[in-house]
C-alpha cells in the first residue's frame, strides 16, 4: 500500500494549487491501492496542463479582482457602506415604498451581480480541479487518516482564497466529486469567508473588540467541532480511462478540453439551480424582515432569530463585518450585531443546501444548528458583558 500527498494536500482545494505538484510516496495519509508498474501512463502532461489553467484562473481572479476589492474596503475604515441589503452593488434601486415582489426581484439582481465575479473563478476553477483528480491513477478517497489534520488543512488553505461560503461551495462539490476529504473540503468553504486575513483586519479595525473577538472565535470554535459533526465518506471514484498505447498530442489535448467542458457543464448544472434559489430566498428573508427591525429592544428570542437568519442568509465576502459596522453605527444593540457577524457569511442556505446533495440532508442541519448556536452563544455574552 502507498499514499500520495497529491491524493491529499495538492486534492483539497484551490487554494493549496501549489501542494498539487507534489507526488511522493511516503505519507501519513489516507492509503490507496498500489498501481503496479508497467500499468498505463499517468497523463503527467494533462495534469499539468489543467493544474496550469486552475493556477492561472486563481492569479487572474486574486490579482485582477479579489484582492483589490478587499483591500479597497479595508482601506475604506469608517466610511465602509452597503447599498444593497444583501449585496455591496446595487444596479437596481431597491425602496421601502416599492411593492413586496418587486423589491424580492430586485434584490436579487442585486445579490447575482455583486456574486458574479466570485462566480467567474469558482465555476472555471472547479472544473480545472475536477479535470486534475479525475485523471489520477488512484481513486479513493485523498486525506489525511487523521480527521484534525483534515480541518487543519482545509482551515490553511481557505483563510486566503478570499471567496465567499456561496462561491466556494462550487469548488466544495466539485472536490467532493473528485473524492476529497468531507471533512478538509468543508472546513476550507468555513475557513475561506471566516478567516481570509483582510476581512479579519477589517472586524478588529472597525467592531468593538468584544465582538471582533467573538467574530473569529465562533468559526474557530465550529471547525473544532467539525469532526463531530462531518464523518468521512469511503467511496470508489470514476477516473478518466486511459488507452494502453500512448496518444498523438493533438488528440491529447483535444479529449482533455473536452472532459474539462463536460466537468464545466456538470458543476454548472449542479451550481446553478441552488444558487438561483438562494438568491431569491435570501432576498425574501431579507426583504420580509428588513434590517431596521433588528432596533427593537433586545431580548432573548430577538437573537436566536437574528442568529437564524444570519445563519441563512446568502452574502458576498466580506459582506458580514460591513453590515455590523453599519448596524452599529446605526444603534443597533450590540447582541443583535454580535449574533449576526458571527454567522452571516460563515455557511448560508446556498451551501448547506448545495453539498447536501452530495453529503445528505443531516450534515447541513447539523452545521446550520451548530452556527447558528454559536451565533446565539456571542449575542447573549455580549449581552451579559455589556449595557445596550
Known amino acids: ?13 484551490c487554494f493549496g494549487l501549489g501542494s498539487m505538484f507534489m507526488n511522493a510516496s511516503a505519507s501519513p495519509l ?3 491501492a498500489a498501481v503496479p508498474s508497467g500499468a ?24 485582477v479582482q479579489r484582492y483589490p476589492s478587499l ?7 469608517e466610511r465602509l457602506h452597503v447599498a444593497g441589503a444583501i449585496s455591496f452593488d446595487a444596479v437596481l434601486k ?35 480541479a475536477m479535470t486534475a483528480l479525475g485523471l489520477r491513477k488512484q481513486a479513493k478517497r485523498k486525506g489525511f487518516r487523521s480527521a484534525a489534520a483534515n480541518v487543519a488543512c482545509g482551515a490553511l488553505m481557505g483563510a ?19 473524492g476529497v476529504s468531507t471533512r478538509m473540503t468543508l472546513a476550507a468553504m468555513i475557513s475561506s469567508p471566516s ?32 469532526p463531530l459533526l462531518v464523518k468521512e465518506r469511503d467511496f470508489q471514484l470514476k477516473t478518466l480511462s486511459l488507452d494502453e498505447e500512448p496518444k498523438p498530442l ?40 428588513p434590517s431596521y427591525a433588528t432596533a427593537i429592544p433586545v431580548s432573548g428570542w430577538g437573537i436566536v432569530v437574528v442568529s437564524i437568519l444570519g445563519t441563512l442568509l446568502p452574502v458576498p465576502m466580506a459582506f458580514d463585518v460591513a453590515l455590523a459596522w453599519v448596524l452599529y453605527r446605526a444603534g443597533v444593540p450590540q447582541a443583535y450585531v454580535a449574533a449576526l457577524v458571527c454567522t452571516l457569511g460563515v455557511v448560508s442556505v446556498y451551501s448547506l443546501f448545495a453539498v447536501g446533495q452530495q453529503l445528505g440532508r443531516r450534515v447541513p442541519l447539523r452545521l446550520a444548528t451548530a452556527a447558528a448556536a454559536l451565533g446565539c452563544m456571542a449575542g447573549f455574552a455580549i449581552l451579559l458583558t455589556h449595557s445596550v
Open 1 to 13: 500500500m502507498e499514499s500520495s500527498i497529491e491524493g491529499s494536500i495538492g486534492s483539497t482545494w
Open 30 to 32: 489516507a492509503q490507496e
Open 40 to 63: 498505463r501512463p499517468h497523463p503527467r502532461l494533462e495534469v499539468l496542463v489543467a493544474l496550469l489553467l486552475a493556477i492561472a484562473i486563481a492569479g487572474v481572479f486574486w490579482g
Open 71 to 77: 483591500l479597497k474596503k479595508l482601506h475604506s475604515g
Open 94 to 128: 431597491v425602496t421601502p415604498s416599492m411593492p413586496l415582489p418587486v423589491r424580492i426581484g430586485r434584490t436579487t439582481v442585486n445579490w447575482l451581480w455583486t456574486n458574479r465575479f466570485g462566480m467567474y473563478f469558482a465555476l472555471p476553477f472547479g472544473a480545472a
Open 160 to 178: 486566503p482564497a478570499g471567496v465567499c461560503t456561496n462561491c466556494a461551495t462550487p469548488i466544495a462539490q466539485s472536490l467532493l466529486v473528485s
Open 195 to 226: 478567516f481570509n486575513p483582510v476581512v479579519i483586519a477589517m472586524a478588529v479595525a472597525l467592531l468593538p473588540w468584544r465582538i471582533a473577538a467573538a467574530r473569529i472565535l465562533a468559526p474557530a470554535i465550529l471547525l473544532l467541532l467539525l
Open 250 to 289: 493533438a488528440q491529447r489535448i483535444r479529449e482533455l478540453a473536452v472532459n474539462y467542458a463536460r466537468n464545466l457543464l456538470r458543476l454548472t448544472l449542479l451550481t446553478l439551480p441552488w444558487m438561483l434559489l438562494a438568491a431569491v430566498l435570501g432576498a425574501v428573508t431579507v426583504e420580509v424582515f
